[in-house]
């Protein structure tokens, strides 16, 4: 079983703010992963991570930062929160690019 | 350009009557094809990866098929706990980036 926590699970928040939601996982894997996903739609990769100091972005374009310092953490940046980045955010991870993606089950961000 | 499209998109069932999911997918080269099982307010769980035409995969009730345009998810006398999204994911080409269908959504009535 995948051991993979995001925490929040649920955010609310004014505009403007800036937001960090967290991804940890236990497995040691070292690939980790960030995809965007609204009701009844596709999963958008948005930011990938090769191991530690390591970060690539999606093709989804993103106004999100993310950092991995450690081969564990994952955390996705928001600098300044707008409406439209009001979303579910998945985080995932894989011992490798073609293997199995293991996810969290998500933060739901809503910015007023 | 690489698509991958699932269908139907809304599946009802009643209990016991069995059924398939289709994955069509266009894409050039395939690496390989994923199948994901989402609970409400969950993550994908992983279920299936099929990497070459002809290949099957089984796990309790479901079966997985692989051609060279499409994917079925095969659900034999399926029960109310297999209620769920079922999403598909193409990755292929030189881009390990997966490539995923909005998904099917399977209701089991009692």
């Known amino acids: 079983e995948a051991d993979i926590y995001q925490t929040p699970r649920y955010l609310v928040i004014g505009t403007g703010k800036k937001i960090t939601l967290e991804c940890s996982q236990t497995?040691?894997?070292?690939?980790m992963y960030w995809y965007q996903q609204d009701p009844g739609m596709e999963l958008h990769l948005i930011h990938y991570s090769y191991g530690v100091n390591s970060t690539e972005k999606g093709d989804l374009s993103s106004e999100s930062t993310v950092s991995r310092i450690r081969t564990e953490h994952f955390p996705l940046t928001l600098e300044s929160a707008r409406p439209s980045h009001t979303s579910q955010y998945l985080c995932a991870s894989s011992t490798g690019f073609n293997q199995p993606q293991h996810f969290g089950d998500g933060t739901r961000l809503s910015i007023l | 350009e690489d698509q991958v499209t699932q269908s139907p998109e809304a599946l009802r069932l009643q209990e016991g009557e069995s059924s398939s999911l289709n994955c069509s997918y266009t894409?050039?080269?395939?690496?390989?094809l994923f199948w994901y099982r989402q609970d409400p307010g969950k993550g994908p769980e992983f279920l299936f990866t099929l990497y070459s035409a002809g290949e099957e995969k089984e796990k309790e009730r479901l079966k997985a098929t692989l051609t060279k345009k499409e994917s079925f998810l095969h659900i034999t006398a399926p029960k109310p706990e297999d209620s769920a999204t079922y999403l598909c994911a193409v990755q292929a080409g030189s881009n390990y980036q997966l490539i995923w269908g909005a998904g099917t959504k399977l209701i089991i009535k009692p």
């Open positions: 497995m040691g894997h070292d690939k």
């Open positions: 894409v050039s080269g395939l690496r390989g």
